[in-house]
């Protein structure tokens, strides 16, 4: 995902790029950052894994949005994370699992 941030908001190639060219600078970049002992992975591969995890980023997201707003008094950033969690899991049926650590 973090690769995909940064070709996605390149301002340099902004929003003008082809979908394959798009994908295979997502690919370099995680090539070049990616753990000791990984696999390299293609564009296409790239791809499909963003397919799988956008829409569960994006409820992710909607959760995060909502516990903030409900934001208890005296609450602190790991409290509210812990309500965008319960909160997912409320809606999903399972707990947000692709978090960065």
Known sequence: MKSWI????????EADQ???GF?????NIFNQ???DGASKRTGKVCNARWNR???LVSKWCACV????QAKP??????????NAQDLYVSIV???FDLMHR
């Open 6 to 13: 940064n070709v996605s908001t390149n301002p340099i190639t």
């Open 18 to 20: 082809k979908l394959a």
């Open 23 to 27: 994908w295979t600078k997502v690919a």
């Open 33 to 35: 950052h990616a753990p």
């Open 53 to 55: 995890a956008a829409s």
């Open 65 to 68: 949005g909502q516990a903030y």
């Open 73 to 82: 008094s005296g609450a602190n950033d790991d409290d509210i994370m812990q």
């Open 93 to 95: 049926g399972k707990s």
